[in-house]
Nanobody
Framework: QVQLVESGGGLVQAGGSLRLSCAAS????????MGWFRQAPGKTREFVAA????????RYADSVKGRFTISRDNAKNTVYLQMNSLKPEDTAVYYC?????????????????WGQGTQVTVSS
């Protein structure tokens, strides 16, 4: 099993940047595909980005492509989401998640472990 704890959320103006972190417990972090999802008020949770076990492959939602970057440090059991050029529509609770499925996987049902979420608010 793996436990996930997100941090780094907050309030930022449009055009600004934030870096989210997700720290994982356990010694098998590198065996999981890691993903970021988000849920805006009144909307369903949606895929944002995913990274393969080695970190060599990534996937992004079209809405964040070119602005967000997912990365991981397996030595630190941590996955990151660098968010640049933030827009008000990026406002949401951001969740990191771990999947033991094959690559690529971007569906919520494929992720068996979830963090508690961190709030990101982008003001206009």
């Amino acid at each position: 099993q793996v436990q996930l704890v997100e941090s780094g959320g907050g309030l930022v103006q449009a055009g600004g940047s934030l870096r989210l972190s997700c720290a994982a417990s356990g010694r098998t972090f590198s065996s999981y595909i890691m993903g970021w999802f988000r849920q805006a008020p009144g909307k369903t949770r949606e895929f944002v980005a995913a990274i393969s076990r080695s970190g060599g492959n990534t996937r992004y939602a079209d809405s964040v492509k070119g602005r967000f970057t997912i990365s991981r440090d397996n030595a630190k059991n941590t996955v990151y989401l660098q968010m640049n050029s933030l827009k008000p529509e990026d406002t949401a609770v951001y969740y990191c998640a771990a999947s033991s499925r094959g690559w690529p996987t971007m569906t919520q049902a494929s992720y068996g472990y979830w963090g508690q979420g961190t709030q990101v608010t982008v003001s206009s």
